[in-house]
Structures are given as structure tokens and as C-alpha cells.
T-cell receptor, first 111, second 115 residues
Framework: QKEVEQDPGPLSVPEGAIVSLNCTYS??????FMWYRQYSRKGPELLMY????GNKEDGRFTAQVDKSSKYISLFIRDSQPSDSATYLC???????????FGTGTRLLVSP | SAVISQKPSRDICQRGTSLTIQCQVD?????MFWYRQQPGQSLTLIAT?????????ESGFVIDKFPISRPNLTFSTLTVSNMSPEDSSIYLC????????????FGPGTRLLVL
């Protein structure tokens, strides 16, 4: 079993839709939870991170962590075609160095 | 934020040969990381490279197969040795950054195809 599971998609939605991206994990030692966005032929870039459980909002993006269920989510409101990319969840137990990534979910937002 | 460049951007190699990938950062950084991103697989950490010390390899990766150099605070190389088709992958370097070192900045990656 992988430490981090993520549906590879693709997930296709119309412009303006609310998008929900999710990851599950098995290692209860994970404390830091991150979402990266990766455009085609580019390296991943950090969108948001949260420490432990709870919610965090940044503009159209909201990250949620439920440690009791070992489940994290990223919500994108009013999705735009420019949001089309692969979204990677990443986690670590001690800081931001040794990251364990999900496989990524490919999101396609059509105009 | 750090700007990272990698060379080559892509290459096609014959099995049994070796390829050295270069990673250049526009600022001095303590830690650099090398990842592999195989098709349909998650981004996987190969090793952590600190300047002036031996690289630290993750489980499943060995120095003989992936020797790393870190001659200064802005540059590192990863060599993929004695390549086989299973080494076909995207290789990325990254550095830690952000106000509280809360992120890693990634290079654009090197796409490697081994025939």
C-alpha cells in the first residue's frame, strides 16, 4: 500500500465549477500537508500548506486536513481554464524536506 | 523565490550509458534535493545534497547508480549510471525556500528516455 493515495484523474469540469481534489494517507506521523500545482513540462510549485488538522483559505483555494480520517482536500472555487494542471498532494512528518507525494490529479477546466 | 535551471531539458540515451544532469540555482542554498517522476508514479525523493558533505540517499537508491556532486552552494549534478529502460523518467532538482523554509522550489525537470 502506498503511503499517499491520490486519484490520477483526469477530472474534467466546466469553467466556474467548484473542484474538489483529495488524498488519503496511511502514516499517522504526517504533520505537514501541502498542495503543489504542476503545469505541463514545468516543475511543481507550492499552492498551500497546512500544519496538523484544520482549514486554510487563500483566495479561491481552500485546503482541509482531517487527521482522524487521514484525508486531505483541496477545493478550488470559480475554477478557471488557467487552473488546468496536475495537482500533487505532499506530506511530511518533520518539516518540509522529506516530502512524500501523491501521484497527482490532472484537472481540466473547459471554457 | 529561487530560479532553478536544469540541463539537459531532455535526452534520449542508449542502455548501458550514463547521463549527468546539471542543476543551477540563482541564489546560495544549503540543501538541494533530487527527485524522480516516473510515468504514472509519484514524485519520489532520490537524495538530499548538502554542500561539502556526502549526499544522503533514500531507501531504494544507491550512490553507485545515482552519484551526486555538490561542489558549491548554487550547483549540483546527478548522474544516472549504467542506464536501463526502467530509468526512463523525469528527474527534477529542488531547493528549500520561502520565508520559513516552508516550500521547495523545483526546476523544470530533465526528461530522460532510455532505449
Amino acid at each position: 500500500q502506498k503511503e499517499v493515495e491520490q486519484d490520477p484523474g483526469p477530472l474534467s469540469v466546466p469553467e466556474g465549477a467548484i473542484v474538489s481534489l483529495n488524498c488519503t494517507y496511511s502514516n499517522s506521523a504526517f504533520q505537514y500537508f501541502m498542495w503543489y500545482r504542476q503545469y505541463s513540462r514545468k516543475g511543481p510549485e507550492l499552492l498551500m500548506y497546512t500544519y496538523s488538522s484544520g482549514n486554510k483559505e487563500d483566495g479561491r483555494f481552500t485546503a482541509q486536513v482531517d487527521k482522524s480520517s487521514k484525508y486531505i482536500s483541496l477545493f478550488i472555487r470559480d475554477s478557471q481554464p488557467s487552473d488546468s494542471a496536475t495537482y500533487l498532494c505532499a506530506m511530511s512528518g518533520t518539516g518540509f524536506q522529506k516530502l512524500v507525494f501523491g501521484t497527482g490529479t490532472r484537472l481540466l477546466v473547459s471554457p | 523565490s529561487a530560479v532553478i535551471s536544469q540541463k539537459p531539458s531532455r535526452d534520449i540515451c542508449q542502455r548501458g550509458t550514463s547521463l549527468t544532469i546539471q542543476c543551477q540555482v540563482d541564489s546560495q542554498v544549503t540543501m538541494m534535493f533530487w527527485y524522480r517522476q516516473q510515468p504514472g508514479q509519484s514524485l519520489t525523493l532520490i537524495a538530499t545534497a548538502n554542500q561539502g558533505s556526502e549526499a544522503t540517499y533514500e531507501s531504494g537508491f544507491v550512490i553507485d547508480k545515482f552519484p551526486i556532486s555538490r561542489p558549491n552552494l548554487t550547483f549540483s549534478t546527478l548522474t544516472v549510471s549504467n542506464m536501463s529502460p526502467e530509468d526512463s523518467s523525469i528527474y527534477l532538482c529542488s531547493v528549500e525556500g520561502g520565508q520559513s523554509q516552508e516550500t521547495q522550489y523545483f526546476g523544470p525537470g530533465t526528461r530522460l528516455l532510455v532505449l
